[in-house]
């Protein structure tokens, strides 16, 4: 079932970067996700405006449970709505959703690299994208897009690290997994299968 999921995702991904979406909003389907929800997969993503998942894996109302924060920066609250997902709705795939030119991590390597404190709760955010940034450096080559790369595959680990959704991932109810939206051409990348 999880990769029945994953490929329904990225056949959604296919037909929204063809401009061939099918997705179903009429009355008739609010009305019908009203009464339970029923999500095939879980979106961990980042909050930035251009990364609408709905849309990006052309799903409609109550499809997809949808968590998202600057930069995939996982907390207690995060954390517990993902378990929440997997304990309560049974949703087999979990994503953790980057995309190109990502402002948190940009704005998390400016901070790094000034060695400045950011403004108010922002610090918090780069402070836990820091661990990205410095893998990234390490790693060579355009520090931004690896620090995209880097934070998908931190994220992933975490979960994978976690004691409710490894027990889901070990029985095989759950696959976790970690991909990229590239903004321009739309299309979704897989980074960690």
Known sequence: MPNAALRRLLQGNARFVAENSESDETTQRR???????????????????RVSPELIFDQGIGDLFVIRTAGQVLDRAVLGSLEF?????????????????????????????????????IEYLVEALAPAVEQ??????????????????????????TPLLANAVATGSLKIVGACYDLETGQVQMIVP
Request: one cysteine or more.
């Open 85 to 121: 997902g997997v304990a309560e709705l049974n949703i087999p795939l979990l994503m953790v959703l980057g995309h190109t030119g990502c402002g948190a991590m940009k704005a998390a390597i400016q901070a790094l690299d000034q060695h400045g404190e950011a403004p108010a709760e």
């Open 31 to 49: 009305i019908a996700a009203a009464r339970a929800q029923t999500p095939f997969a879980t979106i961990f993503g980042c909050v930035d405006s």
């Open 136 to 161: 990234a450096r390490r790693l060579g080559g355009d520090l931004w897009s690896q620090t995209v790369r880097a934070q998908i595959g931190l994220a992933v680990d975490q979960l994978h690290r």
